[in-house]
């Protein structure tokens, strides 16, 4: 399948326990929906298991469907970005590879795109979302955004859900100024999204976090890429 009218990105850092499930749960998905020719691209930076193997064995099973891109230098923002300029699909989208998201969305999000939105965002803080996590990362998330809202001037409720879907050339407009390599690479889209008129909408979703103790997140250091990222962007506006 030389150019499908969809591609997923799945950013992958060292993910061997969960790839190999939750790649054949998105074949399965995307398979039984029937009405999208679509590629799946598991970009790994960095992983230090045996994530590689892991996707390149997929790669191997599901020829045609699953692509495996290795990066040398870490970096969730990085590995995204390298994805978005390299896909040919006219419509692009990345998801987290726990597949917190309720994959029911996708339609939703698909949807909004075949409307006319530029870009489709999940939201675990929108009203009818519902979101299974510790009452920590929920606080943490509600003043994240409490501040893109109020620093930012952002119309969103969640600006880093790990499940979006965009329209590939407006998207490709903006990536230039985006200059995260990290986490906070979604909110920066956005930012930038909006500056430069993109239509955005948001879509409910349910979230089921992590199993407790598996969290690879770091929270000092994400804390503090947030903040800086909200100072610098605010010094763009
Ligand atoms: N390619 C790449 N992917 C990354 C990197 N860091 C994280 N990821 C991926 O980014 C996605 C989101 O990371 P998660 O660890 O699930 O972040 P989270 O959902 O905020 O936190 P959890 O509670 O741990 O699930 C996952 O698919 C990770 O494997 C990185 O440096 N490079
Ligand atoms: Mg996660």
Redesign the pocket.
């Known amino acids: 399948m030389p150019n499908p009218q969809l591609e997923i990105l ?6 061997s326990d969960v790839l190999e499930q939750n790649v054949e749960k998105l074949v399965r998905y995307f398979d039984g929906q029937a009405r999208w020719e679509y590629k799946l691209t598991i ?4 992983s230090t298991d045996n994530s590689l193997a892991v996707a390149e064995g997929l790669r191997e099973r599901f020829a045609g469907l699953v692509h495996v891109i290795r990066l040398d230098v ?3 923002g ?2 995204l970005r390298y994805g978005l300029l390299q896909s040919t699909a006219p419509i692009v989208g990345y998801m ?3 597949l ?1 998201s309720d994959l029911n969305a996708f339609g939703d999000l698909y949807a909004a795109i075949a409307e006319g939105h530029d870009i489709a965002i999940g939201s675990r803080l929108a009203k009818g979302s519902c979101a299974a996590r510790s009452s920590f ?1 929920n606080a943490l998330s509600c003043g994240y955004n409490a501040l893109v809202k109020k620093v930012l001037k952002l119309d969103v409720s969640d600006a880093q859900c ?1 499940f979006k879907l965009f329209c590939r050339g407006p998207v490709l407009g903006i990536l230039p100024f985006v200059k995260s390599d990290h986490w906070c690479f979604d909110t920066e889209l956005l930012f930038f999204a909006f500056k430069k008129g993109l239509k955005v909408k948001e879509i409910p979703l349910s979230w089921k ?2 199993d407790k103790g ?4 770091r929270i000092v250091p994400y804390v503090v890429e947030g903040l800086g990222t909200l100072a610098r962007l605010k010094s763009t506006r």
């Open positions: 799945l950013p992958v850092y060292n993910e970009i790994d930076n960095g870490k970096g969730r990085r590995a987290d590879i726990d917190s990362r790990g976090e992590r598996k969290s690879k997140v």
